[in-house]
């Protein structure tokens, strides 16, 4: 772990491991405690993830973030997006831009207080806690509102997460309600779980067919290459991820909200 301790909030008990840690230190991230290290080994020993499901959805997340910036999107929420570490989404925006917007989303009030720390330098970045579920929630939290113009295109992050809700989520119906509120040219992020007899999934999610993954996207226009394994979407784009982060388990894809739809 780093030796600038500023990013840990008071209060944070370090032998409790949390999640958004937990994926941090399988990122190889130092926004971690030994007991969160423990965790990701033992998620990996136990079968429960595959080793590289974390740097795989990382390296697409970057590279699918390029890709909405080189279309014009300036401003982007990231739903349940952890704890923004390093290569997250205001790094790459606030590298072309610093004044392009990031807001990130995310129930663990652990993660969201650790982002908000880390965040805390960062002018046109926010961490918001809230249940991405509750759109109206959401999209009325007062970072939100300050930061997210919503008469102009946003990038919709919904990397690694929309598997952690269940069918009676209705989870196709809550990534309709974030398309609702957006405008035309406005984009959707997307990577989830493939459903597979031999990797259930680990408690707590969802994995799901190709159909039940389209279905989440009725209503948007996928770009190419459409909904792919994950390491096939844009792979040579030059972003230097080696082939060792192929991840079988996942499909992803990227969409977009055309003027038609309303």
Known sequence: MA??????????????????????????????????????????????????????NRAFLQRA????????????????????????????????DPAFPVVYVDLDPVAVAHGAAILSCAENAAAVCADLRDVPLVLAAPPVRHLIDFTRPVGIIAVDVLHLL?????????????????????HLVISHVLASASTPGPQGETPRSRNGISNMLAGWDLVRPGLVPMSHWYADSGDGSPDALESTTYLAGVARKSASVR
């Open 3 to 56: 030796g600038n301790r500023g990013w840990i909030p008071a209060g944070t008990d370090v032998n409790v491991a949390c999640p958004a840690r937990v994926r941090d230190a399988q990122l190889g991230g130092c926004h971690n405690f030994p007991i969160d290290q423990w965790t990701a080994r033992r998620a990996v020993d136990d079968h429960l993830v595959e080793p590289t499901a974390a740097a795989a």
């Open 65 to 96: 973030v390029r890709h909405l910036l080189a279309a014009g999107v300036r401003q982007f929420l990231d739903l349940g997006s952890g704890i923004p570490t390093a290569g997250n989404v205001h790094e790459i925006v606030h590298g072309v």
């Open 166 to 186: 269940a069918e009676a989520d209705d989870p196709a119906g809550v990534v309709g309600r974030y398309r609702e509120a957006v405008p035309a040219r406005s």
